[in-house]
């Protein structure tokens, strides 16, 4: 699909056409970092085969794991669950589009250099040290322009640290995110289709939605073996079921210990305690908020990987509230869960559908019409009018076969027995 377009778009005769592609396109998000400057040297280098897309694609996605270790690490203050942190990061379901896709893969990308952006903040407010700031603003400039939601880091940094005397250093970066906006509003932009619309009362079920993926379930459950869906329902009850009993336990612990209290400094002490906590309970609710907008009001663009960001704050937030023994218990709940939710949608998921597709025809064309004998037109003979339709969709019509034999004037008739 999407694939086709871009490696299209992203074709220069050598490096001094670069800046073309940055260069905005009508009804095309404009990410030239993660999108057009990834599938120039990819495809100068490893020509189309997908195999070197997705070795890279994934590497990255494994220094995102390490990323999210770092940062667990920072505010979790415990080594080993910020490992597991990692470790339910890395194989959660929510990346699979990200990582099947390889234009999904901008995602992960943004995802990148966002958490590095993150982690480098981190180093300028332990240590001040002016060299964080401008390393932190300058992936954050990369982060913008791989992926549009990453743009939500200034608020996100504002929030967790607070406004005071960080508002006026924060100017660059919403600077940054003003430039985008005006980019993708005047010169690029989503493609006006219905995908696209935001509808504001479709909030609460579009947040259900996303809070089911969060906990590992994988989206078109429905639709897997009856063995597959069994052990996936178990195992997401169970992680529903220690959620909610370690939330009692932590209620109930303290209301027995403000009960047991006699002495009253130690019950001021025991109410400013529970006032911070409730102050971190609320900023890491408010990232899990922000960290996946616009989406929560897009009912019509529906997909996991978008709550990236929110999934690692709601993360954060059971690694603080729960004890260690629970939350390792939760971690390798959740990865087992996470084996099971990858294995159902590699064989369910419309993205695969698609891809199975388009390779299907794509050898079966460039066999059956070699490069050698090719006219002006190709054409392909479907059994039905829904292959027909999903096959040209699939192909974006003329765009693949104008790549796979190197010709842009190439047209493709689609047919029906």
């Known amino acids: 699909m999407d694939d086709f377009y871009f490696l299209q778009i992203s074709q220069g005769a050598n490096i001094k056409e670069l800046p073309i592609f940055f260069k905005p396109i009508k009804y095309t998000p404009f990410r030239p970092v993660s999108q057009q400057l990834f599938f120039f040297p990819m495809q100068k280098i490893f020509g189309l085969n997908p195999f070197a897309f997705h070795l890279v694609i994934f590497l990255f996605h494994c220094a995102n794991s390490w990323l999210v270790y770092k940062i667990g690490e920072y505010f979790l203050k415990n080594k080993t669950k910020a490992k597991f942190l990692s470790l339910m990061y890395i194989v959660s379901p929510l ?16 995802l990148f250099y966002f958490l590095l952006t993150f982690l480098l903040w981190l180093k300028f407010e332990i240590t001040k ?34 406004f005071k005397k960080r508002l006026k250093i924060f100017t660059p970066y919403f600077l940054t995110v003003f430039l985008n906006l005006l ?4 010169l690029a932009g989503a493609p006006k289709v219905s995908a696209f619309q935001m509808k504001l009362t479709a909030f609460p079920s579009l947040l259900r939605w996303y809070l089911l993926r969060a906990f590992g379930l994988p989206e078109g459950v429905k639709n897997g073996y009856s063995w597959e869906k069994t052990i996936i329902y178990l195992l997401f009850g169970a992680l529903l079921i220690i959620t909610i009993a370690g939330l009692i336990k932590i209620l109930s612990r303290r209301g027995l210990y403000k009960i047991s209290e006699k002495n009253t400094s130690e019950v001021k002490s025991s109410d400013t305690s529970e006032v911070n906590r ?112 999903e096959l040209g969709i699939t192909l974006q019509d003329n765009r693949a076969f104008q ?6 004037e190439l047209e493709t008739i ?4």
């Open 95 to 110: 990346h699979f589009v990200s990582l099947y896709s390889i234009t999904g893969s901008y995602f992960l990308f943004g």
């Open 129 to 162: 040290k002016n060299k964080f700031y401008f390393l932190s603003l300058f992936f954050f400039v990369l982060a913008v322009f791989s992926s549009e939601i990453t743009a939500i880091f200034p608020l996100l940094i504002l929030t967790i640290f607070g």
């Open 183 to 186: 980019i993708n509003i005047f």
């Open 278 to 389: 409730r102050k971190t309970i609320l900023k890491y609710l408010i990232w899990i908020l922000i960290g996946g907008l616009p989406f929560y009001f897009m009912p019509y663009h529906l997909n996991s990987m978008y709550i990236g960001i929110s999934f690692l704050g709601f993360m954060l937030l059971l690694g603080k509230l729960f004890k260690r023994r629970l939350f390792l218990c939760f971690s390798l709940l959740y990865i087992l869960l996470s084996f099971f939710s990858v294995r159902l949608l590699a064989h369910t998921h419309w993205t695969v559908r698609r891809s199975q597709l388009a390779k299907y025809w794509i050898k079966r064309t460039l066999y059956e019409q070699p490069k050698d004998s090719l006219k002006e037109t190709i054409t392909i003979t479907l059994p039905d009018k829904l292959t027909k339709e």
């Open 403 to 408: 790549l796979f034999y190197n010709k842009n």
């Open 414 to 417: 689609y047919q029906i027995k």
